[in-house]
């Protein structure tokens, strides 16, 4: 059998697609890792997904966990993705995961990252993650346009700074300043005045330190009376004290001159008493006062003395205050002799003795 020119073209063209057909899969299947691997399901919610398509890839913790299998708008306006993750590492997906949708570079393509949550109990396949919307990219865009027009501005500013700095009046003035301080300083090296003495001699400069220390507590004191005299102050105009009365009342020249009154009346009465006689006078001014004065010292001496014997239990009556049983034998010794006969026969018999001895 004889094969045409035509039959060899499209054997070889036919041969040709398979080997680009097999050469796509091939490349399809190892652009996906674990293609072959058991995978479970999972699904999440977005109100944008910002270009995210099926066959993105989905990232665990960094490592590649699965792909995207679909993305469907649902009723709410929300659009739910749906997730195929690899059995081996769906374990470690629990309550706490959260699904974010991020992107290869500032403009790759869009892939989903899986963070993991708490350690706990594996959520089952089917379930619902969390999820976090993304930040818009015009949001970063209009961030970034603001740090710009900051930096900017500061730029401007440290600008306008520099050039006053550079500017020709800034440096005269540094330079004058810079003399005017080289002289002062040479005056207080040089120079006889107080301050290069303060510099030099340590006991001028203690004295001043102390003169400045003790010019601090006066101050200090001087403080504390001012308070004192404010609240005095304050007390006189709230009270109803004679202060208050003098100074504030309405009657204060009455009681001023009540006062006045009542002194020249004493003034009268001590001169009435210096110069007229009188027993007052007698007594503060004669000389026979003074004996008097003497006499009545050694009166209340002698009481004294009296006093503080009887005190201390010498003598009877001394005796009858200090010692409880000396009175109490002499009570009953009185009430006796009014049940004892004998007693009375004897003290009626001295008595008429007595008697006859009077006649």
Do not use: W
């Amino acid at each position: 059998m004889t094969i045409t020119k035509q039959q060899q073209l499209k054997v070889g063209l036919f041969v040709a697609i398979a080997l680009a057909i097999a050469v796509l899969i091939i490349f399809l299947l190892g652009s996906q890792t674990g293609v072959f691997d058991r995978k479970v399901s999972y699904h999440t919610s977005f109100r944008d997904i910002e270009g995210l398509r099926p066959g993105s890839r989905v990232l665990l913790a960094g490592l590649n966990a699965g792909n995207v299998t679909q993305t469907e708008l649902t009723a709410d306006g929300s659009i739910r993705v749906s997730l195929d993750i690899e059995r081996s590492l769906a374990t470690r997906i629990t309550p706490g995961s959260l699904v974010t949708i991020g992107s290869k570079g500032m403009l790759g393509d869009k892939l989903v990252h899986i963070a993991l949550g708490p350690p706990g109990i594996p959520l089952p396949p089917g379930s619902e993650l969390m999820s976090e919307e993304p930040v818009p990219l015009s949001t970063y865009l209009s961030r970034a346009g603001h740090i710009m027009a900051s930096v900017e501005k500061t730029s401007d500013n440290l600008n306008r700074i520099t050039a006053v700095f550079a500017s020709d009046a800034f440096l005269g003035n540094i330079t004058e300043s810079a003399e005017a301080l080289g002289q002062v300083s040479r005056s207080v090296k040089e120079g006889s005045g107080l301050l290069p003495r303060l510099l030099d001699d340590s006991e001028l400069a203690t004295q001043a330190a102390t003169l400045i220390a003790s010019a601090n507590q006066m101050a200090t004191r001087a403080e504390e009376a001012m308070v004192e005299v404010a609240s005095l102050v304050r007390e006189v105009h709230r009270s109803d004290s004679m202060v208050h009365a003098l100074l504030l009342g309405d009657n204060g020249d009455a009681t001023v001159a009540a006062f006045a009154g009542v002194a020249k009346e004493a003034s009268d009465m001590l001169a009435t008493v210096r110069t007229q006689p009188s027993a007052v006078h007698s007594l503060l001014f004669d000389a026979e006062s003074a004996n008097l004065v003497h006499s009545i010292d050694n009166a209340a001496a002698s009481l004294e003395s009296v006093l503080s014997k009887v005190d201390s239990g010498e003598g009877t009556l001394g005796a009858l205050i200090s010692d409880p049983s000396l009175y109490e034998d002499l009570k009953r010794l009185v009430g006796e002799l009014e049940r004892n006969r004998i007693l009375k026969f004897l003290v009626r018999h001295s008595l008429r003795q007595e008697d006859k001895a009077a006649d």
